[in-house]
């Protein structure tokens, strides 16, 4: 069956926008998606027709948004594979991160090890920094090759008998390349080390299931994957979250309070003090259930051809550098306009009402690794069209000639 992006483009109200006087053309996706209705439907409904604080409250009301929330818990652990009690919601990824750097790094001492790489997110590189200035651990870096594919001969030699804990990306949320998780678990673990996935990319541009990839920690957010932003999702094999100490104190996470002893909640509700993003938990599982209704291999396929369909129309144009060309990359184009600031050639852009991001991308070791300091993103989602895609390179070709 052919994918039907026009049904997909239906249920996104946004997307029937103009910017400029123009069509808008989003792909930004990569930063943060748009939301279906079926994901605005469900929060606005909570909110108007059952809301109240989850746990404690015994009364209907309170009942049944609990219900609707460790539903949503539900939802997140048979999407990536995982039980719910392996699922702790959090504010966003980056919290997820901080939270194991934090717990995990109590136990570490000066001359541990942890093993990134160059590729990742400022949020899976300053927690463990922290670490680094606190207690003396030492950070070591998969380095990236020159098309975008991390070097795992050279991550063999950087595991030794200190290494602690690697922690990389999933996708590479400027270069699309998608890392072999698999086999960097297997040689992490056989050092002696626990992994953490960045999976904020990886979870909306590939199906992820967790107990496949082994890994001990899982990271996503759900702004990312067509839901609402302020709630993320840490996975955590269970034996690994039982072994962590809370990260923050407050209600729910305890087990019982006295003036002399306090005694913690067993996992997941051990990591979630006080009153917690409830409406935007309901809101990922709507986006959950909404992604699970679609064929996501042909929405992975439909993906994969915008970014072709753009990535020939480049080959050969003089002045454009496309940032990482790993084989079997996810549908982020990173690159630079020869003669001009990343920043200028979006506001260019956004003038044909294509919205690009561009800068840094939070990922400045990358940027330096490839010798710029910044670039222009396009990522392609599953509502964007072939139009789109031939409208973008228009635009891009108008943003050239402007700076030559």
């Known amino acids: 069956m052919a994918f039907d992006v026009e049904a997909i483009r239906a249920q996104f109200p946004i997307l029937a926008r103009q910017v400029h006087g123009k ?6 996706t990569a930063a943060s998606a748009q939301k279906p209705d079926a994901v605005l439907d469900a929060m606005m409904s909570l909110a108007r027709t059952s809301y109240a604080n989850v746990h404690r409250g015994l009364y209907t009301l309170a009942n049944e948004t609990t219900q609707a929330y460790e539903n949503a818990r539900e939802t997140v652990a048979r999407f990536i594979n995982a039980e719910p009690s392996e699922i702790v919601w959090t504010k966003s990824a980056t919290e997820a991160v901080n939270l194991v750097a934090d717990t995990f790094g109590r136990s570490l001492k000066a001359g541990d090890e942890i093993v990134l790489s160059e590729m990742e997110h400022h949020a899976n ?26 070097d795992l001969a050279a991550y063999e030699g950087l595991l030794s008998e200190r290494t602690r804990m690697v922690a990389v990306t999933h996708m590479s949320n400027v270069l699309g390349t998608v890392n072999d998780v698999r086999r960097i678990v297997d040689l992490a673990h056989a050092a002696g080390a626990l992994t953490l996935i960045d999976g904020c990319q ?23 994957l067509y839901g609402p932003t302020g709630i993320g999702v840490l996975y955590g094999k269970a034996e690994r979250l039982a072994a962590l100490p809370p990260y923050q104190g407050g209600g729910e996470m305890i087990a019982s309070v006295s003036l002399t002893e306090i005694r913690y909640a067993d996992p997941p509700h051990r990591f979630e003090a006080g009153t917690p993003a409830i409406l935007e938990a309901v809101g990922l599982g709507a986006a959950i259930d909404w992604l699970n209704a679609i064929d996501r291999d042909a929405a992975f396929a439909h993906e994969h051809a915008l970014y072709q369909r753009v990535v020939d129309q480049l080959d050969g144009v003089n002045g454009v550098r496309i940032l990482g060309t790993a084989p079997s990359k996810g549908a982020v184009l990173s ?17 044909y009402g294509v919205a690009v991001r561009a800068g840094t991308h939070c990922a400045e070791p990358l940027m ?14 599953l509502y964007n069209t072939e139009a789109e895609a031939d409208a973008f390179v228009n635009a891009l070709a108008k943003a050239r000639s402007f700076f030559s």
């Not at 463990?128 to 020159?146: A, Q, S």
């Not at 630079?336 to 979006?346: L, P, R, W, Y």
């Open 23 to 28: 069509p808008l053309i989003y792909l930004d």
């Open 125 to 150: 590189i300053v927690p463990w920094h922290f670490l680094r200035e606190r207690y003396g651990v030492v950070l070591k870096f998969i380095p990236v090759t020159d098309d975008g594919r991390l």
């Open 202 to 224: 990886g979870v909306v541009h590939t199906k992820v299931d967790v107990k496949a990839l082994d890994a001990d920690f899982y990271v996503f957010s759900g702004h990312k």
């Open 335 to 351: 690159f630079v306009v020869e003669g001009a600031h990343a920043h200028d050639v979006a506001q260019v852009l956004d003038r």
């Open 368 to 381: 330096t690794r490839f010798g710029v300091t910044s670039s222009a993103r396009a990522s392609f989602a």
